[in-house]
């Protein structure tokens, strides 16, 4: 029904507008993107509450939890990522030093 009205509302606006057809295309691409964008947080939250009740296999499993440190990755502050760059530095030097011998 909305789909309907806004189909309407862009012809009339099409018509007695002069850039009536940019206008009408700019508001469905914004509503496009806001359902898009909706869709993605109902996903993530899905997702959580299946986590949370032991719903998924151990593929969706090592996934989610995958994806949820690769976002907590982008909350850290400098000083942890130094650390964390520091020690992932370490264990590259140990392989390396390994791999030689």
Known sequence: MLIL?????????SLLVPY???I????????????YRNTLYLREDIRA?????????????????????FKQVDRLSSDEMSVI???????????SKKNKN
């Open 5 to 13: 009205v806004l189909i309407i509302a862009g012809a009339i606006v």
């Open 20 to 22: 009536g057809t940019v």
């Open 24 to 35: 009408v295309i700019g508001i469905i691409l914004g509503l496009v993107v806001d359902n």
């Open 49 to 69: 509450i299946k986590n949370h009740l032991g719903l998924m296999n151990n593929k969706e499993s090592k996934e989610y939890e995958f994806d949820k440190e």
């Open 85 to 95: 760059n520091k020690r992932i530095e370490a264990e590259l030097e140990k392989e």
